[in-house]
């Protein structure tokens, strides 16, 4: 929050895609907060205890992993 160069895009996506999850991972977070940063996520934002773990987690849910 106050980072971002897109937080009106990013609220637009949620408003219009109600089963839109943004997940931020939680490592980074951490990473990043003990450098010393102010995190302060955008509305809505959830944090995963890991990329990785969630990445698992939504392939055992089914969901496929497309790397671009």
Do not use: F, N
Request: with cysteine.
């Amino acid at each position: 929050e106050g980072v971002s160069a897109y937080p009106q895009r990013i609220a637009h996506l949620r408003s219009s895609y109600p089963g839109l999850a943004l997940v931020a991972c939680g490592q980074t977070v951490q990473r990043l907060r003990d450098g010393g940063a102010d995190v302060h996520l955008l509305p809505g934002i959830s944090v995963a205890t890991s990329a990785l773990d969630q990445v698992v987690l939504r392939m055992q849910q089914g969901w496929a992993y497309v790397k671009i």
